[in-house]
């Protein structure tokens, strides 16, 4: 992380302005000083809380917060980010300009559930950027994830109106990328064209087996001329892992103008826990669907489970989860980490030195 940041400050001469209320944090301390030391103790006795404040919402300023301050080095390819958001603009903002590059594109699927004038702040991006989206159509996401595999989707769709991105992250509204945009196209490269998907053996409650799940049942291909014999006869292989993802424009073009998931969601839609996190680990391993960037189903039926690449679980800090991955963090406090109610009184510190 502190390396990212000097990145940015030697070689390409930006700096991010710190926010008042956390200017006093000595970030490179708060990060290396043992947990029980005074410092952080003291900062844990008085947590700077992350919440909106008042801020200009007119594009001049908008502009000035978001833009960088001189022109960007060229990126190998851009970075789409898809994020479902419903709180917290102020952070949303920041993460935008820690994330902002010409070259990347970055769509918010706001919740029905949103208060109004957190909505009105997210479509006021997308009318002063240009490379700012929101999909007209929106979703009621519930905490058990209902609808959020749907959201997701609506931004893929209106993705692939762009050119330039290569890779797209589905992310959700706390998650903190901690790599710089440079960082995270390397970091993509060497995929090369793979996708980044958590993988495990689904839970037998998390899809209705009464149901059929073959492509011919499900109206699978939109064409099915262009099919192979083996695509034309194939059944779901069922998995899961996390709603987050990286996939490849390939995988995603593949997603909205090969395949109809119009009948898949609908069987998916069951109101159990972690119902978000089945669609994509399950199309990443059905072999004969032959998604761009998959992977084999073997380690499935062994019942092995296939982390992402560069994302690993730190947990029970400071009873604040962390999900630490090699340009994400997503925080959640403990132990009801799906409580929405909680993360508007996150500590200001922890996003300020992260970001």
């Given amino acids: 992380l502190l390396n990212a940041v000097q990145h940015y400050r030697q070689q390409l001469g930006v700096r991010f302005p710190r926010n008042a209320r956390t200017s006093h944090i000595d970030c490179g301390r708060l990060l290396h000083d043992d947990k029980q030391s005074g410092h952080i103790r003291g900062l844990a006795s008085s947590r700077v809380e992350l919440r909106d404040q008042n801020r200009s919402m007119s594009c001049e ?12 080095q060229t990126l190998q390819f851009g970075v789409a980010h898809a994020r479902i958001v419903y709180e917290s ?13 010409p070259q990347n594109v970055f769509c918010y699927a706001i919740d029905y559930k949103a208060k109004e004038d957190f909505t009105q702040k997210i479509e006021k991006l997308s009318k002063c950027l240009p490379n700012v989206l929101v999909p007209t159509m929106r979703y009621s996401i519930g905490r058990t994830g209902i609808n959020g595999t749907r959201a997701h989707f609506e ?9 330039g991105w290569e890779y797209v992250m589905l992310m959700q509204n706390y998650d903190i990328m901690i790599k710089s945009v440079y960082e995270t196209v390397s970091i993509l490269q060497k995929l090369g064209g793979a996708n980044d998907v958590h993988v495990r053996p689904c839970e037998s409650y998390r899809y209705n087996h009464s149901l059929k799940w073959d492509t011919q049942s499900l109206n699978f291909f939109r064409n099915e001329k262009d099919t192979k014999p083996t695509q034309r006869n194939a059944s779901l292989t069922f998995a899961r892992g996390a709603a987050h993802a990286s996939l490849s424009r390939a995988a995603v073009n593949w997603m909205v103008n090969t395949v109809d998931l119009t009948k898949t969601f609908e069987q998916l839609d069951l109101n159990v826990l972690g119902v978000d996190e089945v669609l994509i680990p399950t199309l990443q391993v059905s072999d004969s669907l032959d998604m761009p960037g998959r992977f084999t189903a073997e380690c499935v039926h062994k019942g092995k489970i296939i982390g992402f690449i560069t994302r690993c679980n730190i947990t029970n800090i400071a009873k604040i989860l962390i999900r630490v991955s090699n ?14 109610q909680l993360h508007s009184s996150f500590p200001m510190v ?6």
Wanted: proline share 7%; glycine share 0%; with cysteine.
């Fill in 89 to 101: 603009y102020e952070l949303i903002e920041e993460e935008l300009r820690s994330s902002y590059h």
């Fill in 327 to 340: 340009w994400t963090v997503a925080l959640a406090y403990e132990p009801d980490y799906n409580n929405e």
């Fill in 155 to 163: 931004c893929l769709k209106a993705l692939m109106a762009y050119t």
């Fill in 61 to 72: 300023d908008i502009r000035a917060r978001v833009l960088p301050p001189k022109p960007l």
């Fill in 350 to 355: 922890a996003h300020s030195t992260i970001v």
